[in-house]
């Protein structure tokens, strides 16, 4: 069975663009959280989508936005590029999005900002 | 106070140690406890799930003490292949919480 996919595997953007980021989360999960994670430290909660609908929100600005599809995959978008966006973004599914269980992690999408 | 702290470490130990890791908990409202394991550039992968009556994994022994919101980790008779980043993870309602991670080195 194929795990949790994410694309692009890396990506270079300049400051002020915009990103956009997917993934496809384990066959059968229907919920999908995205982290931030910086050199150096754990990964950072953006969001988590259940069903389509938003369940979480993590301490992010209003430039970070994402969505999920009928097919359960998610999109993350980030606006106005900064250098300190600059970090491995990391998809994780899980069956439910009700109290969070095991979730399983994509390879992730390397974001660098010059 | 960050929500979960954990010494970064590394921690060198020879193949076949004994090798122990800690991390505190800020919110007693955490409802899961989880240890992940990340190799370098790699994506985490989950170890195993830590209770309060202790668990064991073959070589590996995770304990909860919700009092004390302290996590443990206990490696057994180390391997080479036991060399990476071991974080502790919390979980709520919708997200898992971070810990920075601890690194583990073993040499041969």
């Known amino acids: 069975d194929a795990g949790v996919t994410q694309s692009p595997t890396h990506l270079i953007k300049t400051r002020g663009q915009q990103v956009t980021l997917r993934c496809s989360p384990i066959s059968g ?8 994670q910086v050199l150096g430290q754990g990964p950072q909660f953006i969001f988590q989508y259940y069903e389509k609908e938003e369940r979480g929100r993590g301490n992010f600005p209003d430039r970070f936005s994402a969505r999920q ?3 359960y995959s998610s999109e993350l978008n980030v606006n106005a590029l900064l250098l300190g966006d600059s970090a491995l973004y990391l998809c994780a599914s899980s069956l439910s999005g009700q109290g969070v269980g095991e979730q399983y992690f994509g390879p992730g999408t390397r974001l660098t900002v010059t | 106070r960050k929500e979960v702290e ?7 130990v020879p193949e076949g140690a004994t090798v122990a890791f800690n991390c505190t908990y800020s919110n007693s409202a955490s409802q899961s406890f989880f240890w992940y394991r990340q190799d370098c550039r790699k994506e985490p992968k ?3 799930s830590v209770y309060s009556s202790g668990n064991e994994d073959g070589r590996f022994t995770a304990q909860l003490n919700r009092a004390s919101q302290y996590i443990s980790l206990l490696i057994r008779d180390s391997k080479l292949s036991d ?6 993870v919390t979980s709520g309602y919708s997200t898992l919480t971070f810990g920075k991670g601890t690194m583990l080195l073993v040499s041969p």
């Not at chain 1, 999960?29 to 931030?36: C, F, G, L, N």
């Not at chain 2, 954990?6 to 060198?12: K, M, R, T, Y």
Request: hydrophobic share 35%; glycine share 4%; charged share 5%.
């Open chain 2, 6 to 12: 954990q010494d970064p470490g590394p921690f060198n």
């Open chain 1, 29 to 36: 999960h229907k919920s999908v959280s995205w982290y931030q």
């Open chain 2, 46 to 48: 989950l170890l195993m």
């Open chain 1, 69 to 71: 599809f009928p097919n």
């Open chain 2, 83 to 88: 060399s990476a980043t071991y974080l502790c």
